[in-house]
Nanobody, 122 residues
Framework: QVHLVESGGGLVQAGGSLRLSCAASGRTFSGSAMGWFRQAPGKEREFVAGVNWSGNAVYYAESVKGRFTISRDNAKNTVYLQMNSLKAEDTANYYC???????????????WGQGTQVTVSS
């Protein structure tokens, strides 16, 4: 079992930046690929970014490529999402997720956090 706790959400103006953090506990964090997802009101949850177990392979949704950066610190059992040049359409509840395997991916995440709200005002 993996327990995930997100933090760092908040209200920011368009063009601003936020950094989300996800602290993990439980099974070996360093062996798990991690991802960030988001869900806006009335919309389905969507993949945002993923990172493999070592941090040297990442993958982004087209909508955030060039603006968001995912990274991880295995010594701190934490994964981050640096969000720059935020837009109103980035407003959503952001979730951290973990896979049982170490390869980066868009699907098949096994563990989920409770989410942190990001609101971008235009």
């Amino acid at each position: 079992q993996v327990h995930l706790v997100e933090s760092g959400g908040g209200l920011v103006q368009a063009g601003g930046s936020l950094r989300l953090s996800c602290a993990a506990s439980g099974r070996t964090f360093s062996g798990s690929a991690m991802g960030w997802f988001r869900q806006a009101p009335g919309k389905e949850r969507e993949f945002v970014a993923g990172v493999n177990w070592s941090g040297n392979a990442v993958y982004y949704a087209e909508s955030v490529k060039g603006r968001f950066t995912i990274s991880r610190d295995n010594a701190k059992n934490t994964v981050y999402l640096q969000m720059n040049s935020l837009k109103a359409e980035d407003t959503a509840n952001y979730y951290c997720a973990a896979r049982e395997i170490g390869t980066v991916g868009v699907y098949d995440y096994d563990y989920w956090g409770q989410g942190t709200q990001v609101t971008v005002s235009s």
